[in-house]
């Protein structure tokens, strides 16, 4: 089933100036003293990932009303709506906590619309870096930096003498090492967040592989902006990448940019 949220375009103009509102939020409890609290699954969250979760709630009952929402904060307290087969929004309100924490600015505000177990719109949003990626509503990517233009991305064919790599900045373990070992690497990028999708996405690197737990809110977004700018994601046996799973926790995947002819 897909969503009736009127024509695209204009409603993904909404849903960015929504992540905008979530992302001022942000930088408010960014500029001050907060405190960090360890949620159940020994994740940290802060006084910003609530208030911008506040936002979007609030907002997207007032864009789509009747669309059901599946948020990080909303899921920890157990507020878990019936999805079915959907649509239904997917909201991470400050992926990258840790980042916020540490202040280097790689942390993002992430809202997905899927549709048939899969992101056709998306929105992710770096507050401290003022970058913003989304779907266009017309089948394409694009991004903003600052107070630039609105630039069309593509993803890239890789180069010929190796990869450019993301990897997690705080989720690096053996079997990722493991699997970077087997690759033609030129240069390693370690960053924060959903940025790492955005970056497959914008041409600046061509594969992101991430063997370690993700929730579905922490990828939908990047996954959607990467779907639009040409890219993949699959399992890392190829096989599909879908939404609606159990408990909404990712198995391991692999995104890629354009493949090599």
Known sequence: MTADVGDRAEFMTKLV?????????????????????????????????????????????????????????????????????????????????????????QFTVNIALIERQ???????HLPALEETYWTDGRGGACRRIGSGDVEAIRCRVPASDGLV?????????????DYLATLSIKELDASGSSLKF????????????RLGRTMEWDVAAGHAVLAAAGGTMTLMDGEPFTYAKPGFENPHFLVKGLAAE
Not at 37 to 58: F, M
């Open 165 to 177: 790599v993301m990897a997690s900045r705080s989720h690096r373990n053996q079997e990722t090492e």
């Open 118 to 124: 899969f992101p056709t719109l998306g929105v992710v």
């Open 198 to 209: 955005c970056r497959v996405a914008d041409g600046s690197a061509d594969l992101y592989p």
């Open 17 to 105: 100036e929504l992540a905008i509102r979530a992302g001022e939020e942000i930088l408010e409890v960014y500029s001050e003293d907060f405190e960090v609290v360890t949620k159940a699954d020994e994740s940290p969250v802060t006084a910003a990932d609530e208030r911008a979760e506040t936002v979007i709630l609030a907002g997207l009952a007032e864009l789509a009303p009747g669309i059901p929402v599946v948020a990080e904060e909303s899921a920890a307290a157990g507020k878990i709506p019936e999805v079915g087969d959907g649509p239904f929004f997917l909201v991470d309100p400050l992926d990258g906590t840790k980042q916020f924490v540490e202040r280097n600015g």
